[in-house]
């Protein structure tokens, strides 16, 4: 939910384009020492491609571009799954598995059927997000979460979006799309960077 600080308080851009995610990055984040707006309130807020070969270039351009037209504190984020039976993918294409026009269950279904031979102890997967911090004052900081699971042998859980129905989470013994928001927040990929992130925001 927005800062009640003062509208003297240094503000934070969370520098993408989609309310939703900039909600969820809002909340994830917490409480910290700025009004933390979303680059979409700006006006000529614009994004670059995602055309960086890590995940770090991706969500630093992000940053920089929110920096840039803002002057102010920015946070980009990029993240991904990473799937070992199939070489680490999607990886940095996440986003775009299977091509543009695919929706999330599309996408999490091309990946089942990827996987439709592979035995379950072979199921191994990551979201890694990399979360990157570029202001005036503060220079550039990058920081990381990471977190380990399964890929589901169908889809479980209403909830989440993207790959959450068919990532299993073993020490819960559910997947992403079957936890609540708090119980994602604490374990997830996305919670475990920003945590990191409001460390930095609040040392």
């Known amino acids: 939910m927005p800062s009640a600080l003062s509208p003297s308080s240094p ?3 969370i520098a993408t384009l989609n ?3 900039g909600r969820e990055l809002q909340a994830f984040l917490g409480a910290v020492p700025f009004r933390v707006r979303l680059f979409s309130e ?4 614009r994004l670059p491609e995602e ?9 630093f351009g992000k940053a920089h571009a929110a920096a840039s037209l803002t002057g102010a504190l920015a946070l980009g984020d990029d993240s991904g799954l990473e799937v070992d039976a199939i070489a680490g993918a999607p990886g940095l294409h996440t986003a775009r598995f299977g091509g543009p026009g695919l929706d999330d269950r599309a996408r999490w279904g091309l990946l089942l059927e990827r996987l439709r031979d592979v035995a379950p102890a072979r199921r191994t997967a990551r979201f890694r997000c990399v979360i990157a911090l570029v202001g005036p ?3 550039e900081k990058v920081v990381e979460g990471v977190v380990e699971g399964m890929i589901a042998e169908a889809p479980r859980g209403s909830g989440g979006f993207g790959f959450d129905p068919v990532f299993f989470y073993p020490p819960l013994g559910r997947t992403f799309a079957e936890l609540s928001d708090e119980e994602k927040a604490r ?5 475990r960077a920003l945590e990191a992130a409001r460390r930095l925001l609040t040392g």
């Open 19 to 21: 309310p939703a995610k």
């Open 187 to 191: 374990v997830s990929h996305r919670g």
């Open 137 to 139: 004052a503060h220079g």
């Open 42 to 45: 700006f006006p000529g807020a």
């Open 51 to 59: 055309t960086g070969r890590t995940y770090a270039q991706n969500a």
């Open 11 to 13: 503000v934070l851009v």
